[in-house]
C-alpha cells in the first residue's frame, strides 16, 4: 500500500483568494492524480501529474484555476485559484503504484470551504 | 456520456444482516473494478477489486459479482457491522492510470 499524506486537511478560505494544497506520498510514483469531490457527490479526476511535465487536465478542468506542482517523485501541489463557494470541495489526490489498472490510493483528503 | 452509476444512494441495513450495493457501467471496454470504502472525513479505500475475466471474487466478509452481459457489478458485506457504515463506490478502469466512479451509496447500519 501507499502513504498519502495532504495538507492542509481542511481550510475556510476567503472568495477570491487561492490556496494550495499539499500531498506527499511515502515512496516514488510516476503519476500523481488529483479529484475534487463536491459535497454528496462522487470523484471527479481533475488532473494527472507527472514529474518533469505539464499536468494533464480533464475536460472541464484549466491549469489557470487549478495549477499543479509536481517538482519530484513524492509530491505534488493543487492550487485552487480566484476561489469561489463553488469551489467548496474535498480535494483528494491519489496514486498508483502498480502496473496500470490496479488499485489507487487516496490520501485522506482536503476538506475546502469558500466563504 | 459513458458512466458508471449506482441504484441506490442511500441503504439501510439491519446489523448482522447482509448488504448488497448495486453498481451500473456502461462501457463494455472496462476490465477492471474496484470497490472503495470511504468513511466520513477520510479517503477512499480499497475493500475488493476484480477484473473482466471473472464473475466472482471473494474477501474477508466482502464478495464482489461481475455481470458482463448487463454491465453490472454488486458488493456484497456478510453480516453487516456498525463499522460498515459508509459511502461505498464502485470505480471502472480501463487499462490506463484513469478511473470512472460512480455515484456512491451511503450504507447505514441499523442497530
Known amino acids: 500500500s501507499a502513504v498519502i499524506s495532504q495538507k492542509p486537511s481542511r481550510d475556510i478560505c476567503q472568495r477570491g483568494t487561492s490556496l494550495t494544497i499539499q500531498c506527499q506520498v511515502d515512496s516514488q510514483v510516476t503519476m500523481m492524480f488529483w479529484y475534487r469531490q463536491q459535497p454528496g457527490q462522487s470523484l471527479t479526476l481533475i488532473a494527472t501529474a507527472n514529474q518533469g511535465s505539464e499536468a494533464t487536465y480533464e475536460s472541464g478542468f484549466v491549469i489557470d484555476k487549478f495549477p499543479i506542482s509536481r517538482p519530484n517523485l513524492t509530491f505534488s501541489t493543487l492550487t485552487v485559484s480566484n476561489m469561489s463557494p463553488e469551489d467548496s470541495s474535498i480535494y483528494l489526490c491519489?496514486?498508483?503504484?502498480?502496473?496500470?489498472?490496479?488499485?489507487?490510493?487516496f490520501g485522506q483528503g482536503t476538506r475546502l470551504t469558500v466563504v | 456520456g459513458e458512466s458508471v452509476g449506482l441504484h441506490l444512494p442511500t441503504l439501510s441495513v439491519q446489523e448482522g444482516d447482509n448488504s448488497i450495493i448495486n453498481c451500473a457501467y456502461s462501457n463494455s471496454a472496462s476490465d477492471y473494478f474496484i470497490w472503495y470504502k470511504q468513511e466520513s472525513g477520510k479517503g477512499p479505500q480499497f475493500i475488493i477489486d476484480i477484473r473482466s475475466n471473472m464473475d466472482k471474487r471473494q474477501g474477508q466478509r466482502v464478495t464482489v459479482l461481475l455481470n458482463k452481459t448487463v454491465k453490472h457489478l454488486s458488493l456484497q458485506i456478510a453480516a453487516t457491522q456498525p463499522g460498515d457504515s459508509a459511502v461505498y463506490f464502485c470505480a471502472e478502469n480501463r487499462g490506463t492510470y484513469k478511473y470512472i466512479f460512480g455515484t456512491g451509496t451511503r450504507l447505514k447500519v441499523l442497530a
Open positions: 491519489s496514486v498508483e503504484r502498480g502496473r496500470v489498472g490496479t488499485e489507487a490510493f
